[in-house]
Every structure is written in structure tokens, then in C-alpha cells.
């Protein structure tokens, strides 16, 4: 069973991914992987990065006509 220690762990040795990423990595379903990194941004632990300038090359070159909303994930910056 795949934990959030885990989940937040792997986020930090990627620096960013994203759900489907850690899903298939950690052979989990993805709703529950959704769910994991749901409640770790909601702990504070990890943020939400906003790709949709695609100017990190983290958009991973869709087209622009499809638009993909793929949500990634890093550690959330200490305040």
C-alpha cells in the first residue's frame, strides 16, 4: 500500500511530476493517487504548479489545440 510519506517523497526527489507519473511508478490507481496528493497540498506539504505557460518545457509539447490540464505537483515553498 502506497503512503503519502511516500507519495510527498518522490515529489521531492523529482522536484515536479504529476499524478499519472506517481500512478503508474507506484502501480496505484489513479483516483487514489489523485486523492494522496489532494490531501498532501491541503496539509501544506506540496503545492500546485501552474504549466499552462509551458515555458519550463513541463508540458511535455502537447498541442496547443488539445490543451491538455495535466496538474503537477512539487513541495510546497516554506513561508
Known amino acids: 500500500m502506497i503512503s503519502l510519506l ?40 506540496l503545492e500546485e504548479v501552474d504549466i499552462s505557460s509551458c515555458l519550463s518545457g513541463g508540458c511535455k509539447q502537447c498541442p496547443e489545440t488539445q490543451r491538455c490540464a495535466v496538474k503537477s505537483y512539487q513541495l510546497a515553498m516554506k513561508k
Open 6 to 45: 511516500q507519495i510527498r517523497d518522490t515529489v521531492a526527489l523529482h522536484g515536479r511530476t504529476d499524478a499519472r507519473s506517481l500512478s503508474h511508478q507506484f502501480s496505484a490507481p489513479l483516483p487514489i493517487v489523485e486523492a494522496m496528493l489532494n490531501q498532501l497540498v491541503t496539509m501544506g506539504k
